[in-house]
């Protein structure tokens, strides 16, 4: 089994590196692949009958001649066709660069695999009325586990990867790389800012009087980015998720060049945008109808067509 494993599920929350096996999981479906993003979710087996899923991620190439210099010598090519100046390789690189960037979910549940699970998509129109009677009492009802945030916020998991730390209770955050990072590629970056206060579902529940905690999470959030990896505000995108899989609010910061997971429309809501219409209506977010996309399988998906009959 998983030795780096603790009772929360969060593989290495330690910080521990030592090397992990996985004698003990057994394959047992493709949940999904994205041939695009060289990515595939794998569902396994436990031998104490739990099941996990492997999500694995071919890592971007290195950009810098460091990487290059070192792959060029390490590596070896084996031939696959030869035509007059043309030949094609398996290139086989050295061990440090052909690692595959890899997350484990253990103990999973059924939202975690259907979240992973390739399926059609829907748009949804969620007024603020659909968000009363339909959307809230939902997520009232089936949260998933903020456990992993709340190790973040408690300095119990991830310590020695916080970027940057407010501590002041209402509108301080902590500044930290996602899950989805190893933290090497900077043409991939994906840290994620967790704000401290308990209670903030998502963008739904945020009004004028939290301008000074997003404008706080905003700049210092870049600047912390700027000074720790030298990229400039101009260079990373800043966005929250609706609808989020947690419900307490975070905020993501990518390089603006990549297309990271549910980035794009329908899905990510700038953090810039947020500030701007705060700004000119304080309750914009309790009187808009917010659109996003979700999963067939979805149960919140699944409620609104029985609620709106499609
Ligand atoms: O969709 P939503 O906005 O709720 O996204 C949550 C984000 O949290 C995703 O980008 C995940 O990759 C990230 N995330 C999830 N978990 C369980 C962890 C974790 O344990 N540690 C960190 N650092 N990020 C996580």
């Known amino acids: 089994m998983v030795d780096e494993v603790d009772d929360n599920g969060d593989a290495n929350s330690t910080g521990d590196n030592s090397l992990v096996n996985m004698k003990g999981f057994s394959f047992k479906e493709v949940l999904g692949s994205d041939s695009a993003r060289k990515s595939a979710f794998i569902l396994l087996d436990s031998s104490n009958g739990e099941n996990a899923i492997l999500l694995a991620d071919k890592n971007a190439f290195p950009v810098d001649k460091t990487s290059w210099s070192a792959i ?12 007059d100046i ?5 290139l086989c690189m050295p061990n440090e660069f052909s690692g595959v960037k890899s997350t484990l979910i253990y103990p999973c549940n059924e939202k975690h695999i259907a979240k992973y699970r390739d399926q059609k998509r829907f748009i949804i129109n969620e007024t603020p009325e659909d968000y009363r009677t339909i959307t809230l009492p939902y997520i009232q ?3 998933m586990s903020l456990e992993w945030v709340y190790n973040i916020l408690d300095h119990k998991a991830e310590v020695d990867r916080i970027i940057y730390e407010e501590t002041d209770p209402h509108d301080g955050f902590i500044l930290a790389p996602d899950l989805k990072w190893s933290g090497e590629q900077l043409e991939c970056l994906y840290v994620q800012a967790l704000v401290r206060r308990k209670g903030i579902k998502s963008i739904r529940d945020l009004t004028a009087n939290d301008l000074p ?14 000074e720790k990896y030298g990229l400039d505000k101009h260079q990373i995108r800043a966005y929250f998720h609706y609808q989020p899989s947690f419900y307490h609010l975070h905020v993501h910061f990518i390089h603006v060049s990549y297309e990271a997971p549910a980035s794009g429309v329908a899905k990510a809501v700038l953090l810039d945008d947020v500030i701007n219409n705060l700004k000119l209506i304080p309750d914009f977010y309790q009187r808009s109808t917010l659109t996003f996309t979700a999963k067939e399988q979805d149960p919140l998906v699944v409620l609104f067509r029985a609620a709106k009959n499609w």
Do not use: F, V, W
């Open 72 to 83: 060029l010598t390490g590596s070896t090519l084996k031939p696959i066709m030869k035509n």
């Open 141 to 143: 009802r089936n949260q």
């Open 86 to 90: 043309y030949s094609s390789y398996t």
């Open 213 to 226: 905690l997003l404008e706080g999470i905003r700049d210092k959030g870049l600047n912390a980015i700027k």
